[in-house]
């Protein structure tokens, strides 16, 4: 009697143990074989796949870097893509059949006016991306000159920027850019460029960037993933520019989403991990696979990260794979 109830005891802490500890959801590959490439369908191949965005039909937008190409992934896994190429690498706009983009980063969609907008850091403009009744696609430059690197504000057509590595689409269909090699927040608005935050004394907003390289929303807030000083901002337009205090140290943030109850998830390119931060401040570890482990869901420098519709996307950067984990 005495050996069943200390059987009892035993069986009952590790039930307890188990409900205060439960088991991590999986990560699991969504689009990639894990070999540099190109080429669609469920088999795809990538070649650093950096940025992301919602998309329509519940598909998610991205960047693909070294092919030079903006392209979508279904939910099943099956990637599509719409411009750009690895043999289309340079500057050109026109229909996707001859249209050339160099080193797309950010992407972004408004689902109002079905447009595509792109972060063309190499090109050193922004693009918009059509879709034509047929189902074509068409790119344009809407904002600064192509191939010229510069920093001014004003008109469109005029305006200037160095490197701009990601975009947002605002509800009044204004676009948010952070411009990484004038360190600065822009805005496009109404045909005119301005500027939003940036470190200069200048800037609407002083804020202590060095290399941002990210942004999402937080409702009306724009959080900056700042990979040079190794921390993350909070920008409230015409109000404040705060540096987000953590209880732990970040390694290269690159990648930066926020989900709908006040969660941060950052894609920490230093150490390999996907780590959470709380309403309080408190920084967690969700992903913390190494490089050189045998495990096939492990990270090499996850680039970004997209919260949708209870899942967290991954951009896995040198496996050349999106990945996502179920987040409850």
């Known amino acids: 009697m005495q050996k069943l109830n200390i059987f009892l005891i035993i069986l009952l802490a590790g039930?307890?143990?188990?409900?205060?500890?439960?088991?991590?959801?999986?990560?699991?590959?969504?689009?990639?074989?894990?070999n540099l490439g190109f080429k669609d369908g469920v088999n795809s191949e990538l070649f650093k796949p950096i940025r992301f965005s919602t998309y329509k039909n519940n598909s998610i937008l991205f960047a693909d870097i070294n092919n030079h190409a903006i392209r979508i992934v279904s939910e099943?896994?099956?990637?599509?893509?719409?411009?750009?190429?690895?043999?289309?690498?340079?500057?050109?706009?026109?229909?996707?059949?001859?249209?050339?983009?160099?080193?797309?980063?950010?992407?972004?969609?408004?689902?109002?006016?079905?447009?595509?907008?792109?972060?063309?850091?190499?090109?050193?403009?922004?693009?918009e991306i059509s879709e034509n009744e047929d189902g074509t696609f068409t790119v344009a430059t809407v904002a600064g000159i192509p191939e010229t690197e510069g920093y001014k504000d004003g008109s469109i057509d005029t305006a200037l920027f160095n490197s701009p590595?990601?975009?947002?689409?605002?509800?009044?269909?204004?676009?948010?850019?952070?411009?990484i090699g004038n360190?600065?927040?822009?805005?496009?608005?109404?045909?005119?460029?301005?500027?939003?935050?940036?470190k200069?004394?200048?800037?609407?907003?002083?804020?202590?960037?060095?290399?941002?390289?990210?942004?999402?929303?937080?409702?009306?807030d724009i959080l900056i993933a700042d990979a040079g000083n190794h921390k993350v901002f909070r920008i409230k337009p015409g109000k404040s520019a705060e540096e987000i205090q953590l209880n732990d140290t970040l390694n290269t943030p690159h990648g930066i989403t926020a989900d709908n109850e006040g969660n941060i998830y950052i894609a920490d390119m230093?150490?390999?991990?996907?780590?959470?931060?709380?309403?309080?401040?408190?920084?967690?570890?969700?992903?913390?696979?190494?490089?050189?482990?045998?495990?096939?869901?492990?990270?090499k420098k996850p680039a970004a990260v997209l919260f949708d519709n209870g899942y967290l996307w991954?951009?896995?950067?040198?496996?050349?794979?999106?990945?996502?984990?179920?987040?409850?």
């Open 165 to 179: 590595h990601g975009v947002l689409v605002r509800e009044d269909g204004a676009l948010v850019v952070i411009d």
């Open 270 to 299: 230093g150490t390999n991990r996907i780590l959470a931060i709380d309403k309080e401040g408190v920084l967690s570890t969700i992903i913390d696979v190494p490089a050189d482990s045998t495990n096939v869901n492990n990270l």
């Open 314 to 328: 991954i951009a896995d950067l040198n496996n050349h794979q999106i990945k996502r984990i179920k987040i409850d």
């Open 183 to 198: 360190a600065k927040l822009r805005l496009i608005k109404d045909g005119i460029v301005s500027t939003i935050a940036g």
């Open 76 to 127: 099943n896994g099956e990637v599509k893509t719409i411009a750009g190429g690895p043999d289309k690498s340079g500057f050109a706009d026109g229909n996707t059949d001859t249209a050339k983009f160099k080193s797309p980063h950010g992407v972004a969609y408004n689902k109002k006016t079905n447009k595509i907008y792109v972060a063309s850091a190499s090109n050193h403009v922004i693009r």
């Open 15 to 34: 039930l307890i143990s188990c409900q205060n500890n439960p088991v991590q959801n999986e990560l699991v590959v969504v689009a990639g074989t894990g």
């Open 200 to 220: 200069s004394d200048t800037d609407p907003l002083k804020v202590d960037f060095y290399y941002p390289i990210d942004l999402a929303f937080d409702g009306n």
